[in-house]
């Protein structure tokens, strides 16, 4: 498949595999493209009752690919791929599980607000540093987090930029359990396979009452890439990528205003 993910189906459960370790697993459009399209099929296919995701071994994601960002110059228009997976998540009515090894940044965290089950490793890390970039926080993660984590963690986490270890997660209530790395991929398969093995439209029932209202989550997360598109057009935004691409610390006194 396009798109550095690898996808593989076994016992009703289908796993999305991102396969871009040398940039650490960062997303770039097609691998969004890659992404959605697996979900959706997964979504239709009487075979799948589960999706899985994971990274690969020592990263879940380094989140948005920020030289996209940047070979974007600001444009909206780029921006059609991330919001299309973004979307897509709170849409989905079949139970999505991660499994995290390694950092998880940005969309990397954010999307952990739409899994049903999550699971660590001990060397898990999460953090979501949206305003060192000259960002907002995006995938309904500014509704989500201070309702799954309480406002006070998750105002360090997405404002003061706090990286959270795995047992915070857990103790936070995003992280079901952390487990050492060698078990990782064995307690997301243990996991997927019992909710495969559920009687469908029950788990779908029982699912969609849990979750509440998806129309809010789905009508918070446009107003939060309404923002997030003006902020990445900012000076701020393009110092910020400029920095992370040239491995220097950004200097926002050269960005000028806003
Ligand atoms: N976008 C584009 N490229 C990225 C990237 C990203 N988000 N994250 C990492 N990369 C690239 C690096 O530029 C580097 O490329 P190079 O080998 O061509 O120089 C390569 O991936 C390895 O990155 P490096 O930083 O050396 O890896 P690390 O293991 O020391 O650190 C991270 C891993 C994830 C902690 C670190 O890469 C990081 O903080 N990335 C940026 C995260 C971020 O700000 N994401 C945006 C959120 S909106």
Redesign the pocket.
Known sequence: MSGAISTSRANGVATLRLTRP???N?LDRAMYRALSAALIEGEASSGVAVHVLVGSEG?FT??????DFLAGGGDADRLADILAFVRLLPRLEKPLIAGVDG?A???GTTLLMHCDLVYASDRASFST??LA?G?VPEAASSLLMPLRMGYARAFEMLALGATFSAERMCEAGVVNAVVPVESLEATVAEAARALAAKPPTALAAARRLMRGDVEAVAAHSEAEARVFAERLRSPEAAEAFRA??EKRAPDFSRAGSG
């Open positions: 040398e940039k650490r960062a990263v380094a989140g948005n690919d920020i030289a950092p940044v940005g969309i540093p949206f970039l960002l992370f691409m």
